[in-house]
């Protein structure tokens, strides 16, 4: 009788079984797999970080072209000039003081 019972409560005990597995399975993937909620949040901070280096890039070349700006022939700008002359020739006067910044 034991036997029996056993038996049938291992037959009908298959389909919930394999129904929770499955579930089990689904669930899993949602939250760990490959489009699931974890790598959903490492991606968004990794947006945000690309989004401030582009954000870092476009002030840079902003200056940039602000400073190719004041450079064009027939406008140069004479502190601009001087900066650049200093810069690379490495020349000042003997009553001022230099100091370059890294850019």
Request: hydrophobic share 40%.
């Amino acid at each position: 009788m034991n036997q029996t019972l056993f038996r049938r409560l291992l037959t009908q005990g298959r389909l919930p079984l394999i129904c929770s597995a499955i579930v089990l399975y689904y669930a899993y993937h949602a939250i760990y797999g490959a489009h699931g909620l974890i790598t959903r949040v490492e991606f968004e901070k990794r947006i945000a970080h690309k989004e401030e280096q582009l954000n870092q890039l476009v002030s840079q070349r902003q200056e940039i072209e602000r400073r190719i700006e004041l450079m064009k022939p027939g406008q140069v700008e004479p502190d601009i000039l001087d900066e650049r002359l200093r810069a690379l020739l490495g020349y000042g006067r003997s009553d001022e003081i230099v100091i370059f910044r890294d850019r």
